[in-house]
């Protein structure tokens, strides 16, 4: 039951261009969304987030943009820079609730 | 800058033991919870807690898990007859009202 997908396993960008990261969802209870940047041997690191009363975030170079029509978020990073590399995950939450319902991760790679 | 801290980084243990895992969370924190990640797999929710008790569990979180905050900063995982499936990553979090900040992970391998 994959409620949050991020179909992009893998994103390849070059330093100083845009990364955008895709993430798409099924419930439609959810109303709070997050990204979190992982690097290997280490935990989720909080990235942004974003309520469903909005639809766009904007923190430095990160910006999430989420559109509820179409159940779908996105983070967009600019410019990306080589530290950037990792992998990103969505993750969402119902209202009254306390779990995050993680993707699958985007391995972003920010190359010179 | 406060950190959720987790210990050991890496446990093996044989088929059947019980492990512990801890961890630290942020001190101004109210919320904790467990998370896991099998190799290859998404992160997936265990169990949180909140005011001394269980607020919520997921089907994963069987009568072979338990969590316990035993003082004031420790919050603990355990698991009671580990079974070769359990191997994962278990990240530990907390939070204050909102975001969740996370442990480094202990690496959990059962042979």
């Known amino acids: 039951d994959q409620q949050v997908k991020q179909n992009s396993p893998s994103l390849s960008v070059q330093e100083g261009r845009i990364s955008i990261l895709n993430c798409d969802y099924t419930?439609?209870?959810?109303?709070?969304f997050l990204w979190y940047k992982k690097y290997p041997a280490e935990g989720p690191t909080f990235l942004i987030s974003i309520s469903s009363i909005k639809d766009k975030n904007e923190d430095g170079r990160f910006t999430v943009f989420l559109n509820k029509s179409a159940k779908h978020l996105s983070l967009h990073i600019v410019p990306s820079q080589p530290g950037d590399s990792a992998v990103y995950f969505c993750?969402?939450?119902?209202?009254?609730?306390?779990?995050?319902?993680f993707g699958t991760g985007t391995r972003l790679q920010v190359f010179p | 800058e406060p950190e959720v801290t987790q210990t050991p980084s890496h446990q093996v243990t044989q088929m059947g033991q019980e492990v512990i895992l801890r961890c630290v969370p942020i001190s101004n924190h109210l919320y904790f919870y467990w998370y896991r990640q099998i190799l290859g797999q998404k992160v997936e929710f265990l169990v949180s807690f909140y005011n001394n008790e269980i607020s919520e569990k997921s089907e994963i979180f069987d009568d072979q898990f338990s969590v316990e905050r035993p003082d004031g900063s420790n919050f603990t995982l355990k698991i009671r007859s580990t079974k070769l499936e359990d191997s994962a990553m278990y990240f530990c979090?907390?939070?204050?009202?909102?975001?969740?900040?996370f442990g480094q992970g202990t690496r959990l391998t059962v042979v």
């Open positions: 979090a907390s939070k204050p009202v909102t975001e969740a900040f």
């Open positions: 419930n439609s209870m959810f109303d709070y």
């Open positions: 993750a969402a939450s119902e209202r009254n609730t306390d779990k995050l319902i």
